[in-house]
């Protein structure tokens, strides 16, 4: 995590904000489109919210954020709750992408991310046909995360980017930018790597956002189902609403 781009990094940080306690979380609104267009900027993506404070919360509402979409499985959500948001007119809606852990224990075990995304994708289509369907039909701003906000969150995002027209680049350096984001989150799961026999080499891998496993990951896409919008489509999701959700990412 180490080796991030010191000049990428500080290009993505346009999309920092600080909320306490959330790590990774950035607007998608510094993102350009092929065109020069601005994206929306009230679409929002972050790690897990389970250390969210009562004035993180506030912070969240002062964001215009009204709907969070939770994209862990039920284990994941047991294990480490969020905390109630209504004070702030904000909703939780769970789309659990998967509904199982499958960390590796061993350098052998874990087959890099390009082939972990592969399936996710296939396995989490009714999750993902449910955020891009909320996001186009929400008012107000938006927030959708996972664990460590790079996987699961990481694959909506260049979903998402690709449908707006965003360039490949531009869609990788959002995604490898998470690596050097989440370095604070690593200190704290530090522990919970080693009671679970995680090697300090694995956990350092399965943080990491290599930017070979996103262009990968949209050369995938591409060679599957076309390009993002046959993506959505595979899902079931009707193409008004793939339209909808177009014209609310790239409203300029």
């Not at 592969?118 to 396995?123: D, N, P, Q, V, Y």
């Not at 490898?176 to 790597?193: C, I, K």
């Not at 080693?194 to 090697?199: C, F, K, N, R, V």
């Amino acid at each position: 995590m180490g080796d991030s781009d010191p000049m990428m990094l500080e290009t993505i940080r346009q999309g920092v904000v600080d909320v306490e306690v959330v790590h990774n979380i950035r607007s998608m609104g510094h993102c350009r489109t092929a065109g020069g267009g601005a994206f929306c900027d009230d679409l929002y993506r972050s790690a897990t919210l389970a250390g969210l404070t009562e004035a993180g919360v506030q912070q969240l509402g002062s964001l215009g954020i009204r709907t969070i979409v939770d994209l862990r499985s039920s284990n994941e959500l047991e294990i480490r709750p969020t905390r109630d948001v209504s004070s702030a007119g904000i909703r939780i809606l769970h789309a659990p992408v998967v509904e199982y852990d499958s960390s590796p224990l061993a350098p052998a075990d874990f087959k890099g991310y390009a082939v972990r995304y592969r399936e996710l994708l296939s396995l989490g289509q009714g999750a993902y046909r449910m955020l891009f369907e909320t996001i186009a039909e929400n008012e107000g701003g938006l927030l959708f995360h996972c664990s460590a906000g790079k996987d699961r969150t990481g694959l909506a995002a260049a979903l998402l980017l690709s449908l707006a027209g965003v360039d490949d680049d531009e869609i990788i350096e959002d995604y490898a930018a998470s690596a050097g984001l989440l370095e604070p989150l690593f200190e704290v799961w530090r522990p919970r790597f080693e009671e679970e026999g995680i090697s300090p080499e694995l956990a350092r891998r399965l943080m990491g956002s290599d930017p070979a496993d996103m262009a990968a990951t949209l050369l995938h896409i591409r060679e599957t189902w076309g390009d993002a919008e046959g993506y959505m489509s595979s899902t079931g999701m009707a193409s008004s609403s793939i339209g909808v959700l177009k014209a609310r990412l790239s409203p300029g």
